[in-house]
Structures are given as structure tokens and as C-alpha cells.
């Protein structure tokens, strides 16, 4: 299976929200509700941020939020701050596989 | 609180067999709550899910390296293991050992990585 696709940055002010899209195929986003989301800061491992497509793990901000459309996934960060700068990756089950993107960096301006 | 911790060698020689270890503080793998196993990270390949160990030493392994890893448990000393076999260069990365809930794909507890590089 091919990784899903991630726009490479996304960047905005603080207060501001902004959203990271995911694009996979028919074969893992558009079929199964198995997508999440991961933060990753420099040196350190993920942080899981989605689940099960819109579901936050307890102590997650509720200024993560995340969707699904047919075959894309979006994580939207609402009033963006500035710790929430670092990589962001998309991740869906394939069949019987775990893909993931390739990472899109989030600046705060 | 649930402490994930690798352990092993930071180069192996090419050809040879990458073992890593993660040893699991605050709870227990031999509860069937969750499967236990390994992520690797390069700038090459991204993030990429090797493998996982469930209930009753189930594994699951991604497709494009099922013939070389084998994801092993430990009850006794709750840990668990990777031996990824023939590796190469391309083999080089961060290896993150994880948490999963059986039958969803996310992982929600990752130890802090180690670093592998294959190299002569």
C-alpha cells in the first residue's frame, strides 16, 4: 500500500486555526474508521492526538479535532498555539497494514 | 503510569540480525487488553509499522517485512522483542516499541526510540 498524502507545511498565527488534510485511497481512509492523527516534536516519539477518525485520547485538547470525507481525513487545530509547532502524521489501516503519511510541519507564526 | 523502554545495540553490520528489547513498566503484556510492538522512523521511509504481539502471542506483521521480523513476548520479564533478519543500510532508523488495543490500528503508548544504524 502507498503512504497517504500530506501537505509537506501548514502555518498560521496564534488564536488562529488551521487544518492538515490526509489523502488516502478507497483500499484504507475512504473504508475503514481507523485513522488517527500523531504530534511529534523534534527528538521525541508521536503523541497520539485522533483515533477512530474523531476520537481524542484523555488529556488531548479539545482544540484537536479531526473528520472524514470519502477517501480524506482532515485534523483541524483550532486557536493554534504555540507548542502545538512541530510534525503532525496521518495514520489508517490498509487491510493488514498501518500506513502512515509522510508528516506535515505546523508553524506558528 | 506505562513506561515503554527499548534497548539494544545502536549499529549492527550488514547481513546480520537487529534485536531489540522493550521492557514495559506501570502495567503487564501478559494482560490480553493489548498487543505490544514496533514502529521504526527514518527520513527515508517516514514512520512505518513493523509489527505488532497480542493475546496468546499472536503477530502481525506489515506485509513488506513479514519474511525477515519476528515480534517475540517475554511473559517473565515483561518484555518483548524484535529481531528484524538480513538487514541493509535501508534497515537504519529510530525504533519506537508501542502500545496498541487489540483489533484497532492506532497506538497510544510509545517508549522513547532508539537509534539503529547498519553500517560496516
Not at chain 2, 90 to 104: E, G, I, K, L, Q
Request: charged residues 10%; contains cysteine; proline residues 5%.
Amino acid at each position: 500500500q502507498s503512504a497517504l498524502t500530506q501537505p509537506a507545511s501548514v502555518s498560521g498565527s496564534p488564536g488562529q486555526s488551521i487544518t492538515i488534510s490526509c489523502t488516502g485511497t478507497s483500499s484504507d481512509v475512504g473504508t475503514y474508521n481507523f485513522v488517527s492523527w500523531y504530534q511529534q516534536y523534534p527528538g521525541k516519539a508521536p503523541k497520539l492526538m485522533i483515533y477512530e477518525v474523531t476520537k481524542r485520547p484523555s488529556g488531548v485538547s479539545d482544540r484537536f479535532s479531526a473528520s472524514k470525507s470519502g477517501n480524506t481525513a482532515s485534523l483541524t487545530i483550532s486557536g493554534l498555539q504555540t507548542d502545538d509547532e512541530g510534525d503532525y502524521y496521518c495514520s489508517s489501516f490498509a487491510g493488514s497494514n498501518t500506513i502512515f503519511g509522510p508528516g506535515t510541519k505546523v508553524t506558528v507564526l | 503510569q506505562l513506561q515503554l523502554q527499548e534497548s539494544g545495540p545502536g549499529l549492527v553490520k550488514p547481513s546480520e540480525t537487529l534485536s531489540l528489547s522493550c521492557a514495559v513498566s506501570g502495567g503487564s503484556i501478559s494482560s490480553c487488553s493489548y498487543c505490544w510492538g514496533w514502529m521504526r522512523q527514518s527520513p527515508g521511509l517516514g514512520l512505518e509499522w513493523i509489527g505488532s504481539i497480542c493475546c496468546g502471542g499472536s503477530t502481525y506483521y506489515n506485509p513488506s517485512l513479514t519474511s525477515r521480523v519476528t515480534v517475540s513476548a517475554d511473559m517473565s520479564k515483561n518484555q518483548f522483542s524484535l529481531k528484524m533478519t538480513s538487514v541493509t543500510a535501508a534497515d537504519s532508523a529510530v525504533f519506537y516499541c508501542t502500545r496498541n488495543p487489540p483489533a484497532v490500528y492506532y497506538f497510544d503508548y510509545w517508549g522513547q526510540g532508539t537509534l539503529v544504524a547498519v553500517s560496516s
